[in-house]
């Protein structure tokens, strides 16, 4: 009877089940060993990814053991893997396992496992473990007692929640007076602004709205038309030259002689036009200078009557009021003997004029642009720019070229830079004569251009190669 209790104290209260342990040895050691109290695959290789990693040579990257299949384990074993299983009835090696007992799958051999298996696999330097044991109950997790645990107001510093406290009081009181500060001034500025400018107030009362009708309508047209009539008499009456009108004066209007709307859009359209030359480029063909600039030392009143006299057009000495001049008061171009002036060398005899006045006309073509750059400013539109705006500066360097030799002509090649304003800022031309390179040159460097940007849209520096043709016609 007193053995009975004993017997029922030993008995364990309840079955437990039982799970898979597994362990690796490399070297001789037991590198890694594991309960697995969930029923699932194991996956052994060398990547990081599978239950148990392991780097060797003879492991693929991913092989799958021991397969779960209806809650039962299968062992999963290739050709080049050795080892033995026990089921507990023997001892039987993977080779034999193959003759009899292990079902073929391909490349592979399935066996299955019951709960009291155990057994050995080795591939290349690992062995590989396991048997079925019953699964242990759960540890756990170790806590401190509440004594060594405290609270959380332990674990504050006392002198660092003072010095919080004090700081977070401090602030809050100088926001608290800057806010309560801002409100008192503006107050008192929207008071003095109210004190210092008043606003005009109009009464309600004083105030008449009347819609307009019919009758009032005529009346305002009839005042209209009663005024008109008495500034035409009153017209009339101050005008001496009334009832004296002939034949010939029947088609005119008695109102004063003025502009028509017409004439008034074409006055506004035209000073808009010569608002816009005179912000255009000084060197382009709408600027004021037509190609030149009037700074430009090497211009003369000379030339500018030439151009104007190939063009076709009446110049007139004195503006065209018969004003007297300086010479014998002939209004023709070149008449006038004017000042005789020596310079320094001489005098100047009349063919010799002539000679100079003989200056062939010039011709530039511009052609073979190139960038060396990828931005947004296109070689297309630059040529298009220099023959729009900047033609007439070209011929100018030309034109001085042909003053010296008529017969001077050839190709330039000029190389500049466009930089992240749009202006030019480096420049080099290279052609049939030094001096016309310079004034080239000179030219070049007050260009403007687009802004070239980049792919991501940043102002950058741009190249560009051009080729000018130089030809007298």
């Given at each position: 009877m007193a053995s009975a209790p004993s017997k029922n104290?030993?008995?364990?209260q309840g079955e437990r089940s039982r799970i898979l342990?597994?362990?690796v040895i490399l070297g001789g050691k037991i590198v890694e060993?594991?309960?697995?109290r969930?029923?699932?695959d194991v996956t052994i290789g060398q990547s990081a990814k599978n239950t148990f990693s392991v780097p060797v040579s003879g492991l693929p990257r991913r092989w799958t053991l021991f397969a779960v299949r209806n809650g039962r384990y299968f062992l999963t074993f290739a050709n080049n893997m050795d080892g033995r299983v026990s089921d507990g009835s023997g001892v039987r090696t993977l080779i034999a396992l193959k003759q009899s007992g292990a079902k073929r799958r391909g490349h592979t051999w399935v066996v299955p496992l019951n709960e009291s298996a155990r057994g050995k696999i080795v591939v290349g330097e690992m062995t590989l473990l396991f048997q079925f044991?019953?699964?242990?109950p759960r540890q756990p997790r170790p806590h401190l007692p509440a004594s060594v645990r405290g609270t959380f107001t332990d674990r504050l510093d006392p002198m660092l929640s003072i010095i919080m406290a004090i700081s977070l009081l401090i602030h809050f009181s100088i926001g608290l007076f800057a806010y309560q500060r801002d409100r008192v001034i503006k107050k008192r500025t929207t008071r003095i602004f109210n004190e210092t400018f008043q606003r005009p107030t109009v009464a309600a009362q004083d105030i008449q709205l009347t819609p307009p009708t019919e009758k009032a309508d005529k009346k305002a047209d009839k005042g209209d038309k009663d005024s008109k009539k008495k500034e035409k008499k009153a017209a009339a009456k101050k005008s001496p030259d009334k009832g004296k009108k002939g034949k010939g004066d029947k088609g005119k209007s008695d109102q004063p002689p003025g502009r028509s709307a017409e004439e008034r859009a074409q006055l506004e359209e035209d000073a808009r036009r010569y608002a816009e030359n005179l912000l255009?480029?000084?060197f382009g063909d709408r600027g004021v200078g037509g190609g030149s600039s009037d700074r430009d030392p090497r211009n003369d009143l000379g030339q500018a009557i030439e151009d104007i006299k190939r063009s076709g057009a009446q110049v007139e000495i004195g503006g065209g009021s018969r004003r007297g001049t300086r010479g014998d008061g002939s209004s023709q171009i070149g008449t006038g003997k004017g000042p005789q002036v020596e310079g320094p060398?001489?005098?100047?005899?009349?063919?010799?004029a002539k000679t100079r006045e003989k200056v062939p006309r010039t011709r530039v073509k511009v052609g073979g642009g190139r960038s060396d750059d990828d931005t947004t400013l296109s070689p297309d539109a630059v040529l298009r720019k220099i023959r729009t705006a900047y033609m007439n500066g070209l011929k100018r360097c030309h034109k001085d070229l042909l003053k010296r030799d008529p017969s001077s002509g050839g190709t330039v090649g000029l190389k500049f830079t466009v930089g992240p304003s749009g202006r030019v800022v480096r420049v080099k031309a290279k052609g049939f004569d030094p001096g016309g390179d310079r004034c080239i040159e000179r030219r070049a460097k007050s260009w403007r251009f687009g802004i070239p940007k980049d792919e991501d849209g940043e102002p950058t520096d741009a190249g560009f190669q051009v080729s000018l043709v130089l030809q007298a016609e």
């Open positions: 104290h030993e008995q364990p342990r597994i362990g060993e594991r309960l697995l969930q029923r699932q044991v019953t699964e242990p255009a480029d000084a060398g001489g005098s100047t005899t009349k063919t010799e």
